[in-house]
């Protein structure tokens, strides 16, 4: 299946020197520059009547552009009756907040009962769009907000917002060990050299920036307050692990449980079990992709991980430790 794009329209005289994909993003903002870029290649794009297909040529103002072209749409995912905990929803977007042991999108080892097979339940036109309108991820085990586009002008706007880091996106979380004071994790990840599943602070790393700082003092661990000034896979994950503070819980950066000295058995059993990352998508702020409205949301922590805090702060009570 395929939904079929068709276009004609003017190119302006403000367009005058400016290449050939450079104006069709101008001309055509709902669509992203490289499945424009994409489109002109596959001589999918004419001028006045002639298929061009080099993205550097030069335009004049006035020409006519005629798109005639194809998106493919999502006929491998099936929608499935998954329930969705919808915080927002319009006409051009959703916001969900996802639960733990929750995967976004279909993968090796998990070909359905993710997100978007959810998202295709409740809004079937999502088949449309490429990933169901999925704008950014939250890893398997994190909790807490994510936007959904539900049109491809929306889903468009998102991702150019994402990388112009126009989209807030604040975390909480508790991670191992005491920190003194917040600070800026600035280091490139990028695969593990060794572990092609695993992500790793490396020289040839994408740029990755974390800001974080101290919500909260424990006898042997920090609640954190993490904002997101890029997005790579497991990034707050890396940079703490990176900085030796891991999260609590994380089965693949984090370590073995390490419960301070004359825990309660409460404690210890509870971080033995607690086998998840303590991370949790608390924030989302961003500018409504059709309205230009400045809109936010916050979503409370789940219920685990406000019993791991309950925990922790029990065990400083019954340690006398002061507060900071």
């Known amino acids: 299946m395929a939904e079929i794009i068709q276009h004609t329209d003017l190119v302006p005289a403000s367009c005058l020197g400016k290449r050939f994909d450079q104006t069709l993003a101008e001309m055509f903002p709902d669509y992203s520059r490289s499945k424009l870029k994409d489109w002109i290649l596959a001589g999918k794009v004419s001028v006045d009547g002639e298929v061009k297909t080099k993205p550097r040529d030069k335009m004049f103002g006035g020409e006519t552009i005629k798109i005639d072209a194809e998106i493919e749409t999502q006929v491998t995912y099936q929608a499935q009756d998954i329930a969705l905990n919808i915080v927002h929803e319009d006409d051009d977007i959703l916001v969900i907040n996802k639960p733990a042991d929750l995967v976004v999108h279909p993968g090796a080892g998990n070909p359905d009962g993710t ?22 991820r939250l890893d398997k085990d994190t909790t807490g907000l994510m936007v959904v586009a539900k049109t491809i ?24 060990g005491i920190m003194t004071a917040g600070g800026t994790v600035d280091e490139p990840i990028g695969r593990h050299p060794n572990k092609r599943t695993h992500m790793a602070v490396t020289f040839s790393g ?4 974390t800001h974080y700082r101290v919500m909260e003092k424990y006898r042997l661990h920090t609640r954190l307050r993490l ?72 979503a409370d922590i789940p219920e685990d991980f406000k019993q791991l805090v309950s925990l922790l702060q029990q065990d400083n009570e019954l340690n006398a430790v002061d507060e900071y």
């Open 206 to 209: 994408r740029p990755s920036v």
């Open 153 to 176: 002008a929306a889903q468009t706007n998102l991702v150019d917002a994402l990388q112009r880091r126009e989209i807030t996106r604040e975390y909480e979380a508790v991670a191992n």
């Open 115 to 136: 997100v978007l097979n959810a998202l295709l339940n409740h809004c079937p036109s999502l088949e449309l769009l490429p990933r169901a309108g999925i704008v950014h």
């Open 227 to 298: 904002r997101l000034e890029t997005g790579r896979t497991h990034q707050i994950r890396v940079h703490m692990a990176h900085i030796t503070h891991p999260l609590v819980g994380d089965p693949v950066y984090g370590g073995r449980p390490r419960p301070p000295k004359n825990a309660t058995p409460e404690l210890l059993g509870f971080l033995r079990q607690f086998k998840r990352q303590a991370l949790h998508a608390a924030m989302l702020g961003l500018y409504h992709p059709v309205s230009g409205e400045l809109m936010s949301w916050q």
